[in-house]
């Protein structure tokens, strides 16, 4: 399973499928005094929040782990198509801005000494109504 957007790869890495949150409109609501309701404004659909919990794992040192997030965040404020694929099963969201990895929790290391420094966090894009 990968998640992919121009340069930027999740690679190896563990990872969920994208959640995408609701499209976001501008809406305005107005009441007036001693008017039963509301009045509402709203607007057309903006944007919304992609996100999918990634974990980092299998790092020698907490250096290499800290590397790995930095590279990858080196991708922050990129746009273009993001796609989830595993195997033939794959999802596109077009016109998307990478808005980064947020960690969790703090790295730590597997004390059974298999899965070496892990980090566990989101990844997340803004994806652009068309």
């Known amino acids: 399973m990968t998640i992919s957007m121009t340069g930027m790869t999740t690679g190896s890495n563990l990872h969920g499928t994208i959640k995408p949150a609701s499209?976001?409109?501008?809406?305005?609501?107005?009441?007036?005094?001693g008017v039963t309701g509301e009045f509402h404004l709203q607007?057309?659909?903006?944007?919304?929040?992609l996100v999918a919990?990634?974990?980092?794992?299998?790092?020698?040192s907490h250096s290499s782990l800290q590397?790995?997030?930095?590279?990858?965040?080196?991708?922050?404020g990129e746009s273009g198509t993001v796609t989830w694929a595993v195997g033939t099963d794959s999802k596109?969201?077009?016109?998307?801005?990478f808005d980064g990895f947020t960690a969790d929790e703090d790295p730590w290391i597997d004390a059974s000494g298999v899965f070496g420094w892990q980090c566990k966090g989101v990844l997340k894009w803004r994806q652009i109504k068309t």
């Open 23 to 33: 499209w976001d409109f501008a809406r305005a609501v107005q009441s007036f005094f």
């Open 43 to 49: 607007g057309k659909l903006r944007g919304r929040e």
């Open 53 to 60: 919990w990634m974990q980092f794992t299998g790092y020698n």
């Open 67 to 76: 590397a790995a997030i930095e590279t990858l965040n080196a991708y922050m």
């Open 92 to 97: 596109t969201f077009s016109n998307s801005v």
